[in-house]
């Protein structure tokens, strides 16, 4: 069930009057009233943003109306609100178009390494504008650490990319070079109850540190050069 709609004692019409019916049949009316009555205000919305405006305003209140344990979680996104769907600006569609690590004196993360994770986020040019976009990184490896796992965009308008300060992940020394699971919550144009919300699942390489010590100058070779190089090096701090 992704919505719900009043279904008791809805009045409609009997061959010869009226009547009151319970169920589905008066139920589904309500709801499919309401998506009619958003596309004809929003004759150029798709299909996807009709039915994203119509879920994503409906009232969690659904839940406290009717609060019997064995439907908690099984009534959609809440109880249909033409009102609310009808006034609430179209959202944004808020995508992930890249990063830019800076980490070690490769940009490429290894155990022990602290990383600073900038990530480029973008708003689809046919949606609506984002109004205080938050960002929120995690991952389940208890060898990485998210020392700031919230960043504030701010707004993006649409057909804006948007990057801001980084996220800084901590990895561990005993992490096992693999691949590192994140996802990134972003939410925006909170009112109330009803807010943008989308999750993006992230991918980044975390490869064995094959770092040579004593090779100042990274031939991947130990040889005069390097002492060379120290030997300036102190000489000149």
Do not use: C
């Amino acid at each position: 069930i992704d919505l719900s709609a009043p279904g008791e004692n809805i009045r409609s019409t009997t061959a010869t009057s009226y009547s009151s019916w319970d169920g589905s049949s008066m139920a589904s009316p309500v709801a499919a009233s309401v998506f009619g009555l958003v596309k004809s205000y929003n004759p150029t919305w798709t299909n996807e943003m009709v039915q994203t405006m119509v879920l994503e305003t409906a009232d969690p209140i659904i839940y406290t109306v009717n609060s019997e344990s064995y439907l908690e979680g099984r009534l959609g996104r809440g109880r249909v609100d033409s009102y609310l769907a009808l006034t609430t600006p179209l959202f944004p569609n808020i995508e992930y178009v890249g990063e830019d690590l800076i980490a070690g004196n490769d940009n490429i993360i290894n155990p022990g390494e602290e990383v600073e994770l900038f990530i480029i986020l973008f708003n689809n040019p046919e949606w609506g504008n984002a109004d205080n976009v938050i960002a929120n990184l995690t991952t389940n490896n208890s060898n990485i650490t998210i020392l700031n796992p919230t960043i504030n965009y701010g707004d993006i308008n649409v057909g804006e990319a948007m990057v801001t300060e980084p996220f800084i992940l901590s990895i561990d020394d005993n992490i096992n070079p693999s691949e590192g699971q994140f996802v990134l919550n972003i939410t925006s144009n909170q009112n109330g109850y009803v807010e943008y919300n989308t999750s993006i699942d992230l991918t980044y390489s975390i490869e064995e540190n094959n770092t040579l010590l004593g090779d100042i100058n990274q031939d991947t070779l130990l040889n005069v050069l390097d002492i060379v190089m120290l030997v300036n090096i102190i000489l000149h701090s």
